[in-house]
Every structure is written in structure tokens, then in C-alpha cells.
């Protein structure tokens, strides 16, 4: 159990509106070991998101315990917090969150400014190392306002590599895409889990669920099922499937 | 997290918004280069007039007959005549504090010869009165003691009274000209010392022994003023107690009674002027100041604008692992740079004005390299000041709720 990269155990996390609380989580419980490829799955308003924003350490539940490899963080502070966030975690949002006009290296590059350790030599090398990793060796230079929504999307997934994060945590990172670009993604996800990096996927599609490793589903804040997924499919054969883009 | 990094960061913004950034700066701009041509223009004023009094005289103090008084009240006539000739020996003798110590008594009247004439003025004095008023002979020489023991008729002109009588450049030395109707034989002319401060021409008169001017001239026996240099600025207080003094004991004065004359020094002139010049100047810093506020408040609005603008932005470099005084750290160097750069325009404009205004308007002006580093300082600070509250509140939002920002 402690070999796991996340553990947390019976958390809670209430909101409190006005007069009224709101039990978003209420008892969550699971340990991820590495190389998971994890869905969260549930309806809209079932708790993902505040479950998500929990492991990746921007909130602290009301109670339960979370340890992220191996540290403990629901005592830690804000500062501490931020540091765990640039070091362990990458994030991968819906609406990508690239900084506007500005180059996809540069995009890449940020969680590693706010890093003292790395220097700028190291930093370049990395983000074209990590852009290189999505496949977009020849768009760095590329400012995110002159890029399709799936390249966006991949430079915003180089930025969660670049810090060689434990776990990447990604919420609806295929929200805004349209199908094909969806499976380009998935299979850019499951390429890195080939590579034997642990993530985190939270989606209220259930057929994203068929890619991944194992699945949870959350319900008004309790988890209702928690399996492994042994029969994965392969987006890149969906992906082939699909009827060619029209040029 | 170092410093390179966070000027890195707020640069880039700055660059991507380089328009909104530059009006910005104007604010500071324009309130930087008001305050440094202002204060040139104040400090320029109020050297020229401390120039132009001590080239007056050196160190020199003046004592008229009759009381100080003001609002231009008639004294009586007898008043006017209190000042002896004896009062001038004892103060000449007795007096420790001065170098030197001239009577003075004045005419104005028409210079004639042959066809040529001007109206000028006369001054009855002695040789001293070379050194108080830093006169110098350049041609000729000056009368001696004997000339001002027998009321010789010598004089010696001011280069415009010279050129006023002798305008085909005949040699004015050793002719004899008519003032008020009496003969002067010419024995020096002095060297020009041009206009003064307040456009009198400080060449147009002529010098004569006092003894002349007392006695053929203006048939008083009294003097009309003392002129004395005091022997150091310093010293300028103590000698002007000691005059008094002796004046008082001479003219029997009782303790508590009023002077009956009055006197004035350079340094009380000078300071009085000055202190005038240093209130315009204050109040031109002041409307140079409150521009400089303004801007100031133009940087906070900008920054506010910024920080709402780039909610999600803050939300997403939280999320990435920004600490909360990186973000506040990010705003307040951005703010710091625009005030910091709108220094450096202000001071260039401001020291170009007023090298313009010194030359297109001729004003006497004076940029002093404190004005420039204190605006610099007070703009920095500006920024510093009204960017600490944007960037305080960028750094306490929540990342979750930043980053949904809509
Ligand atoms: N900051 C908040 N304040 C109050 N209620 C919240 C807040 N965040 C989430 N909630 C509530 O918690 C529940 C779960 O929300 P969320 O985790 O966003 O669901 P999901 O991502 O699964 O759609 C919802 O009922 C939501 O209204
Ligand atoms: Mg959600």
C-alpha cells in the first residue's frame, strides 16, 4: 500500500453555501499504484472535479487523509502545496489554459520557471524534449492562438510531462475536442501509459473508460464501482477506423 | 524561483499588451518630466536671482536715514537728513566687522557735452565704494583722497554714459563735461558690467567724491545713505549689530526706541528673494507631484484591468506550482518596470524641456541631479505603491475558482 503513488482514505469535502452544505465528497476511498491508467467517470455534479482538484493538491478535503507518494498532504500549507503541485503533478485541463500569444516552448516551459533547480539551459531542453514526446517537434515556435484545439491540447499535455510529474491528472481533456481529435489524444495517453506513466482521467463519457486501465465511478460523492479493465481498447485502431479526414 | 525568471515573465506580458502598456507609462511620463522641468525651471530662477545679487555688491550692506517702515508712509524731512558724515567716520573707525565703508550721496541729472547729452544719475562716494559694488576702472584711474579732501571737480563714468557723450569714439578721458551745470573733468571710465537681474543697465552713471557731490552739487550737509562690505557672509549679522550700535550711541537712541535709519543687507535680499523663488518652486513641485499621482492611480486602474483580465492566467500558473508571491511578485514588477521606464522617458523629456525651454524662451534654468534621482525615486515608488494592491489580489485568489474564470 505504501508502493502506491496515491492513497487517500475516507475523504470528505463540504462545501459551505450560505446556511446550506453541500456534500460534495462524502467518504472517498482508493490507492493508485504506477503505471495506472485511471478514469473517474460520473455524471455532471457527482463530485469528480472537487475530487480531482483535491488530488491534485489545489484544495484540501474537510477531512481524510491524502498521501501523495508517500507524503502526507492535508497538513501541509499553501506554499507547500504549490511546490508539491510544480514538482509531482501535471495537469491537463478541459479548455487547455495555454498562455495566449505566446510560443508553445514558452507554453511548455512554465511549470519549470517557478522550479529554482532547473536552469534555463535545462529547461529548454526539456520543453522540446517533452514537445517532441506529443509530436510537435515542428510547432514550437508556434504561438498557441495559431494552433488547432488538438494541438493546443498536446502542448498543453507537453507542459503537464515537461516537470516529470508522479501523476498526471487530467479533467475532460477531451471536452472540447470533436471525435477524431478526441482518439488522437486517447492514443497520446495511451502511449504514455505505455511508457509506464500513471494517470489520472476524469471524464462523464463512459466510452473513454474502455481505454484505460481501471475505472471509478463516482456518485453524489460516494464511489459506486472501482474495477480493473482488462479488456483495453487501443484508440489508434479506432482512430484507424475512423473514416479519413476529408482534405 | 529568481528574480530573472519573474522580470522574464512580467516582460513578456508587458510585451504582449505593448500599446495599453506605453499609455500606461504616459501618466508617469508626463508627471516625471513636469517635476524635473518644473524644479529646473525653479532652481534656474532662483540661482539667476542669487547671481544677479551678488553681483550687486560683495557682502555689501546699505544704511538709508529714517526708520524701517512699510507701506510707503512720508516720513518727515528731518528724518530724511539723520545720517551725518561724522556718523560714516565712526563707523569707518570703529566698526570691526566691515572691509569697507563708503558715505553716499546721489544726484540724478543730464550729462552734457558739446551737443550730446544723457540723463543719468551722480554718485557722490569714495574709493571703497569700487570695492562694495565690484566696480572696476578699466581705463584711466580713480580720484585719490586728495581729490575728496579739496571737492575736486573729477569724475569717473560708466561705459553707457561714455558712449552717450562721446558717440564718434572720441577719447573721453581727461575732457570736461557739464552735469546739472557744473564742470567734471573725466579721469577713468569704468570697466561695463552690463545689465543686472531686473534690466537696469548697471553702466549708466557717474562717480565723484562725495565731497563734491555734497558740497557743489547739492549744497547738504548730510548723507544720504552708508554702503559698507561686511567682511565675510558670515559675518554679515555681526557687522550689521555693530553699525547699529555705534548709530544708535551717535544719534542717542534709548533702548527700546525705534532707528531712525535703516538697515538692509545683500544676504537679507538674497534670502528674501530666495525664500520667494523656493515658494513658486514648491508649488510648481506640487502640480508636478499631484501629475505624478495621477499617474500613479492610472497604473493601479491598468493593473486592476490586467489582473481581472488575466484571472485564468493566475489560476493556471497557481495550479503549475506559482506561490502566491510569485504571482504577487509577477504584478508588482510589472507595474514597477512601467513606472520604472516612464522614469527614464519622464527624465529624458523633462531634462530635454527644459534644455528646450532654456533655449527657445531663454529662462534661466537649473536641473539638479537630485530633482532627477527623487522623481526617479518617487516614481519607482509609485509603482511599487499602486501596484502592491492589483498584485495582492491577484495573489490571493483561489487557483480553482481563477482558473474557471469566464
Ligand atoms: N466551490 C464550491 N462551492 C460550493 N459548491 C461546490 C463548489 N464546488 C463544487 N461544488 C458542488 O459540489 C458538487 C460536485 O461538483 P463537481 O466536483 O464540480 O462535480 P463534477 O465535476 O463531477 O461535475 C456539486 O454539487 C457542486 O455544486
Ligand atoms: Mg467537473
Same mark, same amino acid.
Given at each position: ?142 504561438? #498557441? ?88 481498447? #487501443? ?13 | ?58 557682502? !555689501?550692506? !546699505? ?41 553716499? =550721496? ?7 557735452? *558739446? ?8 554718485? *557722490? ?216 521606464? *516612464? ?8 531634462? *530635454?524641456?527644459? =534644455? ?51
Amino acid at each position: 500500500m505504501s508502493a502506491n503513488i496515491i492513497q487517500i482514505n475516507d475523504i470528505r469535502r463540504d462545501f459551505v453555501v450560505g446556511s446550506e452544505t453541500v456534500h460534495a465528497l462524502r467518504g472517498v476511498s482508493f490507492g493508485i499504484a504506477p503505471g495506472e491508467f485511471v478514469t473517474i467517470m460520473g455524471t455532471s455534479g457527482s463530485g469528480k472535479s472537487t475530487l480531482l482538484n483535491i488530488l491534485g493538491c489545489l484544495d484540501t478535503p474537510t477531512s481524510g487523509d491524502y498521501y501523495l507518494d508517500g507524503v502526507s498532504v492535508r497538513t501541509m500549507g499553501k506554499n507547500d502545496r504549490a511546490t508539491l503541485r510544480n514538482r509531482k503533478i501535471g495537469f491537463v485541463f478541459q479548455s487547455y489554459n495555454l498562455l495566449p500569444k505566446t510560443t508553445a516552448l514558452e507554453n511548455v516551459e512554465l511549470p519549470l520557471l517557478y522550479n529554482p533547480t532547473v536552469s534555463s539551459h535545462d529547461r529548454r531542453k526539456r520543453a522540446m524534449a517533452a514537445l517532441e514526446e506529443v509530436g510537435l517537434h515542428d510547432r514550437m515556435s508556434h504561438r #498557441s492562438n495559431q494552433m488547432s484545439g488538438g494541438q493546443q491540447q498536446r502542448v498543453a499535455i507537453a507542459r503537464a510531462l515537461v516537470n516529470d510529474p508522479v501523476i498526471i491528472l487530467a479533467d475532460e481533456a477531451t471536452g472540447n475536442l470533436d471525435s477524431r481529435t478526441s482518439f488522437e489524444i486517447l492514443t497520446l495517453f495511451q502511449r504514455l501509459h505505455a511508457e509506464g506513466r500513471t494517470i489520472i482521467f476524469v471524464t462523464h463519457n463512459p466510452e473513454i473508460a474502455e481505454f484505460s486501465s481501471r475505472n471509478i465511478t463516482l456518485r453524489d460523492g460516494h464511489i459506486t464501482e472501482d474495477k480493473v479493465n482488462t479488456d483495453i481498447r #487501443s484508440a489508434a485502431e479506432v482512430l484507424a477506423g475512423l473514416p479519413k479526414e476529408e482534405e | 524561483m529568481n528574480y530573472k525568471n519573474l522580470i522574464k515573465i512580467a516582460l513578456r506580458a508587458l510585451n504582449n499588451n505593448k500599446f495599453r502598456g506605453f499609455l500606461t507609462m504616459l501618466g508617469i511620463i508626463i508627471g516625471v518630466a513636469s517635476v524635473i522641468s518644473m524644479l529646473a525651471i525653479g532652481q534656474g530662477s532662483k540661482r539667476s536671482i542669487r547671481a544677479q545679487i551678488s553681483e550687486m555688491g560683495s557682502n !555689501m550692506i !546699505m544704511i538709508h536715514p529714517g526708520a524701517e517702515r512699510f507701506g510707503g508712509v512720508r516720513q518727515s524731512a528731518s528724518s530724511m537728513q539723520s545720517l551725518k558724515l561724522e556718523d560714516y567716520e565712526a563707523i569707518a573707525r570703529d566698526a570691526d566687522y566691515i572691509s569697507a565703508c563708503t558715505p553716499s =550721496v546721489n544726484s540724478s541729472g543730464q550729462a552734457i557735452y *558739446g551737443a550730446n547729452n544723457t540723463p543719468t544719475t551722480m554718485y *557722490g562716494v569714495n574709493e571703497d565704494y569700487l570695492s562694495i559694488r565690484k566696480y572696476a576702472v578699466g581705463e584711466g584711474e580713480f580720484f585719490t583722497d586728495a581729490d575728496t579732501r579739496k571737492a575736486a571737480k573729477v569724475c569717473v563714468v560708466g561705459k553707457t554714459v561714455a558712449d552717450k557723450l562721446f558717440p564718434n569714439g572720441q577719447e573721453p578721458l581727461g575732457q570736461t563735461i557739464r552735469f546739472n551745470s557744473i564742470p567734471f573733468t573725466i579721469i577713468g571710465i569704468l570697466t561695463p558690467k552690463g545689465y543686472n537681474s531686473m534690466g537696469m543697465d548697471q553702466d549708466d552713471l557717474i562717480i565723484a567724491p562725495y565731497t563734491t557731490v555734497q558740497k557743489r552739487l547739492l549744497a547738504i550737509n548730510y548723507i544720504q545713505g552708508i554702503y559698507a562690505s561686511a567682511l565675510s557672509e558670515e559675518t554679515s549679522a555681526e557687522a550689521i549689530d555693530e553699525m547699529s550700535a555705534i548709530l544708535r550711541e551717535r544719534h542717542k537712541i534709548k533702548a527700546g526706541d525705534e532707528d531712525d535709519f535703516s538697515v538692509r543687507s545683500q544676504e537679507e535680499l538674497s534670502s528674501m528673494l530666495g525664500s520667494t523663488t523656493d515658494l513658486m518652486t514648491v508649488l510648481l513641485a506640487c502640480i508636478a507631484g499631484i501629475s505624478l499621482l495621477v499617474g500613479g492611480i492610472g497604473i493601479m486602474n491598468i493593473m486592476y484591468v490586467s489582473v481581472t483580465e488575466r484571472t485564468r492566467e493566475i489560476g493556471l500558473r497557481m495550479s503549475i506550482g506559482a506561490k502566491g508571491r510569485h504571482i504577487l511578485l509577477q504584478f508588482l514588477i510589472e507595474a514597477v518596470i512601467i513606472s520604472f521606464a *516612464g522614469g527614464i522617458i519622464g527624465v529624458l523629456l523633462g531634462v *530635454g524641456a527644459s =534644455v528646450a525651454i532654456k533655449y527657445v524662451a531663454g529662462w534661466p534654468i537649473y536641473i539638479q541631479p537630485y530633482s532627477v534621482i527623487l522623481s526617479f525615486g518617487v516614481c519607482t515608488l509609485t509603482g511599487i505603491f499602486f501596484g502592491w494592491y492589483p498584485a495582492q489580489k491577484a495573489a490571493q485568489l483561489d487557483p480553482i475558482e481563477a482558473i474557471r474564470y469566464e
